[in-house]
């Protein structure tokens, strides 16, 4: 049976923390940040964990 190939725009966008879990990085930090306040833009640095929701699916992109 052949490789199971991996989505390469997901493989992109996420990532396998050391327990397992899908790390992906926040939305909204690209343009438009003169509106934004410090604080939020701060915070958007940050990773965040994918919901439990997305998880079973964003597995079977990356190919894990």
């Given amino acids: ?3 199971v ?3 390469r725009g997901a493989a992109k966008r996420f990532k396998l923390t050391g327990s397992g879990r899908i790390k992906r990085s926040s939305s909204m ?3 438009i940040l003169t ?4 604080k939020r ?3 958007l640095r940050k990773g965040k964990l994918i919901s439990a929701a997305d ?3 964003v597995r ?3 190919g894990v």
């Fill in 41 to 43: 833009k701060r915070q």
């Fill in 5 to 7: 190939k991996s989505n």
């Fill in 29 to 31: 930090k690209s343009h």
């Fill in 1 to 3: 049976m052949p490789k």
């Fill in 55 to 57: 998880e079973r699916r």
């Fill in 35 to 38: 509106k934004k306040t410090t």
């Fill in 60 to 62: 079977k992109m990356l």
